[in-house]
């Protein structure tokens, strides 16, 4: 049985202080500082003790998380042959521009996706579920441009998450959306989210054994018991071909 090694500050960061698991989290990157192994180990979190998930992955083919997370330790292709990893791709998109397609589209991909989330609830698996997009850009591409359809099918997985109490992960990318004129996204998600993972570049420049700066904002379901419980961590990181180190500055010689 594979199990998630929750010894590290992402895990603690994440866990510090939560009644419960966090239901909407959002990961942002940008160029300088991308957090693709920032969802490669939530998704390897997501499928630990028992989990399932559906994955959205509109950046790579299977073959290209099913290598990464493999050097991680976690087989996606035996979990998707266990029906505990649904992976949908970029093809569940159709070509065609024509509004009525692109929605038709979206509620076919969300009404599969609910139905995998209810199937793994009502059937013999046990464990949390997890809904993983990668990313939101993607999406909107894949709408051609559509932001009202993104944030329709985004609204219908939320409410899936909180109806079938499972986890929603969405990568976005900060600076793809830093305009005035495009916000809007972000700033819905950063709203919406029980968890906010954001990683950015070091402020000094960089550096050879560290590769940026990871801020992590635990917005909800705190403990009442625990009001001291600290809700925003800031630490290093350094991406391996395994995962990740993070750290605390100073705290590497």
């Not at 994440?14 to 969802?39: H, I, K, N, Y």
């Not at 038709?104 to 599969?112: D, G, H, P, Q, V």
């Not at 990568?171 to 972000?186: F, V």
């Not at 635990?218 to 391996?240: C, D, I, T, Y």
Request: contains cysteine.
């Amino acid at each position: 049985m594979e199990e998630y090694s929750g010894g590290d500050l992402l895990s603690e960061a994440m866990d510090s202080g939560a009644r419960a698991q966090a239901r909407v989290v959002v990961v942002e990157d940008c160029v300088e500082a991308p957090a693709a192994f920032v969802l490669h180990l939530l998704l390897k979190r997501a499928l630990a003790g028992g989990g399932a998930a559906a994955f959205l992955a509109l950046a790579q083919p299977f073959a290209h998380y099913d290598r990464v997370l493999r050097k991680m330790g976690c087989n996606l292709s035996l979990h998707r042959k266990s029906e505990r990893l649904h992976f949908f791709e970029l093809q569940a998109f159709p070509g065609g521009a024509r509004d009525d397609t692109i929605a038709n589209s979206f509620i076919r991909l969300y009404s599969e996706i609910q139905r995998v989330v209810e199937v793994h609830r009502t059937g013999e698996i046990p464990g949390q579920f997890t809904i993983v997009i990668d990313d939101v850009s993607l999406l909107e591409v894949a709408a051609h441009g559509s932001v009202d359809d993104v944030f329709d099918f985004l609204h219908y997985c939320v409410t899936l998450a909180s109806e079938m109490n499972c986890s929603l992960v969405i990568l976005i990318h900060e600076d793809i959306y830093a305009s005035e004129e495009s916000m809007g996204l972000l700033l819905h998600l950063r709203y919406i989210a029980d968890l906010v993972i954001k990683a950015a570049p070091l402020s000094t420049g960089l550096a050879a054994d560290v590769h940026g700066q990871l801020s992590v904002v635990n917005k909800g379901m705190f403990s009442e018991q625990r009001p001291k419980a600290q809700r925003v961590w800031n630490f290093h990181f350094k991406v391996k071909e395994n995962g990740a180190d993070f750290f605390y500055p100073g705290s590497r010689h």
